[in-house]
């Protein structure tokens, strides 16, 4: 019986939810390189209590909680739908790295329902050793715990930031997306979230990945837009990957860009980074800085495309015939 597990980070759902989020997410070692495990948990112990003001605030601002699970609960619906529609019958689990439902959870139903091949599949197109490692990473200690490997064949996906249908998906909807502006020409500002700068240092290939989906999406698009890529979300004083998103946007308004087209090149869904540090805070800054018109690309989320690239890649690990 095949079965495919969806990673993702996941997010708060209430208010309430906020402060334990942040302390799973900054306990992670992928994420906090402490080697000190007590170090760390009392480190992201601070952090949490530190932000959860500011992070609840926010969060009430696009309703009061994430609508990262719903999103990626109806995406493994579709998932499942569209390999059944190619004949791979499987069944599809969510497990998030930092909320619910966890990779253990996750792991627990897909022994219960006796699952003999399993394909991983991190919902990030470019992999990070804070993202598509730290999912892993953390499922290789529970399989390791549960012997998962003697009960099951299963397969990792590390990326697939180059599957031809995600570029293509991505290249559609800017399209959809650029044909609304009133103002031209039109910039594209491909924002990508940020990872600290040593860790491509120590041969993370996230930046090489983002850059290369960028340019086949620009390729696709016959390079019709000028475009620039850049970096939101950092957290705390350590040097990030740039140039940010908030420094880009105040140069193009320097420039007097008349108008903006944000892709979230690296999230596939709906969050906090697209609902609130996106559509809010960086359109109220490009409208500051002079900028005419501020749009961003709608997350892919359960775009059609999307899922059958979802499935190309599944399949690909499912079909044991040469291709």
């Not at 180059?162 to 491909?190: N, V």
């Not at 340019?215 to 140039?243: E, H, M």
Request: glycine letters at 6%; a positive charge.
């Amino acid at each position: 019986m095949n079965g495919v597990l969806l990673f993702n980070l996941g997010g708060p759902e209430t208010l309430e939810d906020v402060r334990p989020f942040l302390y799973n997410l900054f306990s992670d070692p992928e994420i906090i390189r402490i080697k000190s495990s007590l170090a760390r948990r009392m480190l992201a112990w601070s952090i949490a209590a530190m932000r959860q003001g500011k992070s609840r605030n926010l969060y009430r601002q696009i309703g009061g909680g994430s609508p990262l699970r719903r999103i990626t609960e109806a995406q493994s619906a579709a998932l499942g739908a569209a390999l059944g529609a190619r004949g791979f019958s499987a069944q599809v689990y969510v497990g998030m790295r930092c909320w619910k439902p966890s990779i253990d959870e996750a792991i627990d139903r897909i022994l219960k329902d006796g699952i003999t091949r399993l394909v991983l599949l991190p919902l990030f197109p470019q992999y990070s050793m804070t993202t598509t490692g730290s999912c892993l990473k953390h499922f290789a200690a529970l399989e390791q715990k549960f012997g998962l490997s003697n009960k099951m064949a299963i397969r990792a996906v590390q990326g697939w930031f180059d599957e031809p249908l995600y570029l293509e998906a991505m290249a559609g909807m800017i399209r959809d997306e650029a044909r609304k502006f009133a103002h031209f020409p039109i910039h594209l500002l491909y924002s990508a979230h940020s990872i600290p700068a040593r860790y491509i240092d120590e041969g993370d290939p996230y930046l090489e990945q983002t850059r290369r989906t960028v340019k086949a999406i620009d390729d696709r698009l016959g390079n019709a837009y000028p475009s620039t890529l850049a970096f939101q979300s950092k957290v705390g004083p350590v040097k990030w990957l740039g140039p940010a998103t908030r420094d880009t946007l105040e140069e193009l308004g320097r420039k007097r860009t008349a108008s903006v087209l944000a892709v979230s090149v690296s999230f596939v869904s709906d969050h906090i980074e697209t609902l609130q540090e996106i559509d809010i805070a960086y359109r109220d800054l490009a409208l500051q800085a002079g900028i005419k018109e501020f749009r961003r690309v709608p997350a892919l989320n359960l775009n059609p495309t999307f899922i059958e690239a979802l499935a190309n890649v599944v399949v690909r690990f499912l079909d044991p015939k040469p291709r």
